[in-house]
Nanobody, 118 residues
Framework: QVQLVESGGGLVHPGGSLRLSCAASGSIFSANTMGWYRQAPGKQRELVAEITSSGYTAYADSVKGRFTISRDNAKNTVDLQMNSLKPDDTAVYYC????????????WGQGTQVTVSS
């Protein structure tokens, strides 16, 4: 089945940068939305950024101007460039793939920890 493999998490100082990567493999339709979600302790999982196969993007207000999402349609990969990181960005970040127009086709990665601390 579909597998999402994430990489790039780690510990950074405030103001630093990280680049998260996610590679999707398996039977994935071309019409999909790939994105990044995050969940901090005691909080609900929230959308950070997403990008459709046509290149449409959406960002959480809290990361606009700091994070950039991109994808490679041929390789089914999605990256999240995170700049000017803040302590509030600390969370487990999850890669997500949603197959458009097909019910129950929503896949998640295992999550990668991002910690922003001095």
């Amino acid at each position: 089945q579909v597998q999402l493999v994430e990489s790039g998490g780690g510990l950074v100082h405030p103001g630093g940068s990280l680049r998260l990567s996610c590679a999707a493999s398996g039977s994935i339709f071309s019409a999909n939305t790939m994105g990044w979600y995050r969940q901090a302790p005691g909080k609900q999982r929230e959308l950070v950024a997403e990008i459709t196969s046509s290149g449409y993007t959406a960002y959480a207000d809290s990361v606009k101007g700091r994070f950039t999402i991109s994808r490679d349609n041929a390789k089914n990969t999605v990256d999240l460039q995170m700049n000017s990181l803040k302590p509030d960005d600390t969370a487990v970040y999850y890669c997500n793939v949603r197959i458009l127009y097909v019910p129950n086709k929503n896949y998640w990665g295992q999550g990668t920890q991002v910690t922003v601390s001095s």
